[in-house]
Nanobody, 132 residues
Framework: QVQLVESGGGLVQPGGSLTLSCVVS????????IGWFRQAPGKEREGVSC????????YYRNSVKGRFTMLTDNAKNTVYLQMNSLKPEDTGVYYC?????????????????????????WGQGTLVTVSS
């Protein structure tokens, strides 16, 4: 049974840091590409970062480049999203999603993943609130 379980969300002040985790089960990280997505209240879901660990390719949306880093620990079947210099506009529910490797580029994954049905598996989300 495939599962993706996010954790690590919380309340943080602007300029602070958080690291989100996505523990996957039912598949290995070398067979599925992983993406992080977020949805702010009243706004459309957007792709934050998507990674193909087999080809060592990572895509970041422009607004998080230089602040967010996506990492994997294959031994723990876990994907991380390190978030630094957080801004209020980073607030939202963060989801991880998985799609078979090679089915699309990481950039395409982050673009089409705004539509839930385009990607195969999703986690339940973790809330990040950036506020003073």
């Amino acid at each position: 049974q495939v599962q993706l379980v996010e954790s690590g969300g919380g309340l943080v002040q602007p300029g602070g840091s958080l690291t989100l985790s996505c523990v996957v089960s039912g598949f290995t990280l070398d067979t599925y590409a992983i993406g992080w997505f977020r949805q702010a209240p009243g706004k459309e879901r957007e792709g934050v970062s998507c990674m193909n660990s087999r080809d060592d390719l990572t895509y970041y949306r422009n607004s998080v480049k230089g602040r967010f880093t996506m990492l994997t620990d294959n031994a723990k079947n876990t994907v991380y999203l390190q978030m630094n210099s957080l801004k209020p506009e980073d607030t939202g529910v963060y989801y991880c999603a998985a799609n078979p490797q090679g089915s699309m580029t990481v950039q395409t994954m982050c673009i089409v993943g705004v539509h839930h049905d385009y990607l195969e598996f999703w986690g339940q989300g973790t809330l990040v609130t950036v506020s003073s």
